[in-house]
């Protein structure tokens, strides 16, 4: 599975973005997709995944501002990000396919990574 993010750029805090993740393959064929992010010495955190079966997850920082989504004709994940903040400033990455059985593990456990997008939210 090839993943290509984009939609990242420059926002002031309080504004919006989508970021986009286009796969090479039907999007139904993995368990899980997810969006990451990292940063200098907090590393690569979960922010969202969405499972086959349509379950949603999100990690406590981004509840209530963002939104994971899936349009599986076009084999597009999305994350609507709406209420940004400075300390959302990340380098942002889609992933597919998680090898461990919940999105609560220390580290990333995913199998397919896209090569990133920049998220600059300015203060």
């Known amino acids: 599975v090839q993943l290509v993010e984009s939609g990242g750029g420059l926002v002031e805090a309080g504004g919006s973005l989508r970021l986009s993740c286009a796969a090479s393959?039907?999007?139904?064929?993995?368990?899980?997709m997810a969006w990451y992010r990292h940063t200098p010495g907090k590393g690569r955190l979960l922010v969202a995944a969405?499972?086959?079966?349509?379950?949603?997850y999100y990690a406590d920082s981004v509840k209530g501002r963002f939104t994971i989504s899936r349009d599986v004709a076009e084999n597009t994940l999305y994350l609507q990000m709406n209420s940004l903040k400075p300390e959302d400033t990340a380098m942002y990455y889609c992933?597919?396919?998680?090898?461990?059985?919940?999105?609560?593990?220390?580290?990333?456990?995913?199998?397919?990574w896209g090569q990133g997008t920049q998220v600059t939210v300015s203060s």
């Open positions: 992933a597919a396919q998680n090898v461990y059985s919940g999105f609560d593990a220390p580290i990333p456990t995913f199998r397919y």
């Open positions: 393959g039907s999007i139904l064929s993995v368990n899980a």
């Open positions: 969405v499972t086959s079966n349509g379950t949603t």
